[in-house]
């Protein structure tokens, strides 16, 4: 008799984001280590698969894309359809009717914002909370309530939900904390799957003289202290996946793995986004980060948890403050905890698995 478990991973792997991909993938690679059968829950929805190309082709809204960049993203779009394709998938279902699929030993909810009840399209949908999962077990790694404010409180109708799971754990703060104040028990703090699992990454690009921006919807101020600094470093500035019209160069149609390989030879990255911040740490890249408000809980997390929260750049930022930001690599306090909290997280998923 097969030892092989069948685990099924549900998290948003269809979303148009470089960080939604490669945590999904990160995630399937690294729990298949083991030598378990492991595969995506391939949910669909029609309303939700036109909200994703609504956003994709107007990222930066309210402010509205040119219909030049159009065809680049369209190239986007399709990139991520068969980057997606050719991760294990289950066999495709309904979103909102889910009943059928499983006979999985363990489900594992996460990592993405899975429990974020403000996700424009994806928030409070009953699926990333157990309903309609048939396996033995269900437990979250790496869940996110994203910019849902733990102060806000779980209702009592999600609250329940999450006490079926068999273990609990999350990738942020905000999370810890919105669990803790509702359930009354502390999840584990974990790594997302693109630091947990950075071996999945594809090897750096050929470095190159250039400065990564990840992201869009920049305050000018820090667009202005990138630029200059590039300058000074007598770099390119280039803008990955989105556009920003400060940046020397748009490069909005590049699929996946090519986007993370870049970053990975890239002189230093800029960022607004979750997921710029862990590239930038998995490919041990300088960095400066400025979150949005829609980001922040995640951003400053991510950094606090690192010992990395001087990455945060302020709006009375120096020249000399950039290049000690954009000059060095995460400091060795920084790959210090990096390394704790990635055996910390080995443990939860080793126990948690095995319960």
Not at 221 to 232: L, Q
Not at 269 to 280: E, I, K, L, P, R
Not at 294 to 323: C, F, H, I, Q, W
């Amino acid at each position: 008799m097969s030892d092989r478990r069948r685990i099924g991973v549900l998290t948003f792997h269809r979303s148009i984001n470089y960080g939604s991909y490669w945590q999904a993938r990160a995630l399937v690679e690294g729990l298949g280590r083991g030598g378990d059968d492991v595969e995506l829950l391939d949910h669909d929805s029609p309303a939700i698969r036109r909200a994703e190309l609504r956003c994709a082709f107007q990222p930066l809204l309210p402010a509205r894309s040119p219909r030049s960049d159009f065809p680049a993203y369209a190239q986007k779009v399709r990139s991520f359809v068969d980057a997606v394709d050719r991760l294990p998938r289950s066999q495709c279902f309904d979103l909102d009717r889910p009943d059928g699929v499983g006979g999985y030993d363990v489900v594992v909810v996460g990592s993405d914002e899975v429990w974020n009840f403000h996700h424009p399209w994806l928030g409070g949908k009953p699926l990333f909370f157990g309903d309609g999962v048939q396996a033995e077990r269900i437990l979250s790694y790496a869940a996110s309530f994203g910019n849902y404010d733990a102060q806000a409180g779980i209702d009592g109708y999600w609250a329940e939900k999450l006490t079926r799971f068999a273990a609990l754990s999350v990738r942020d703060e905000n999370s810890r904390r919105a669990i803790e104040t509702s359930l009354g028990t502390s999840p584990a703090l974990v790594l997302d799957p693109v630091l947990q699992f950075a071996g999945a990454l594809p090897a750096p690009a050929a470095d190159r003289d250039e400065l990564i921006v990840y992201g869009h919807s920049f305050p000018a101020w820090f667009g202005d202290a990138v630029g200059r600094w590039a300058e000074r470093a007598g770099c390119s500035v280039v803008s990955l996946g989105y556009r920003n019209d400060w940046a020397d160069e748009q490069v909005i149609a590049i699929d996946p793995v090519a986007f993370a390989a870049r970053i990975g030879g890239a002189r230093a990255v800029a960022t607004n986004f979750f997921h710029g911040c862990a590239f930038a740490m998995a490919y041990r890249r300088p960095l400066a980060a400025v979150p949005s408000s829609y980001r922040l809980n995640k951003v400053t997390s991510l950094l606090d948890t690192l010992r990395a929260g001087d990455r945060l750049v302020p709006p009375e930022v120096s020249n000399g403050e950039m290049d000690a930001l954009l000059g060095a690599p995460p400091s060795d306090a920084t790959m210090e905890a990096l390394d704790e909290l990635r055996i910390r997280s080995a443990q939860f998923l080793d126990e948690a698995l095995a319960a």
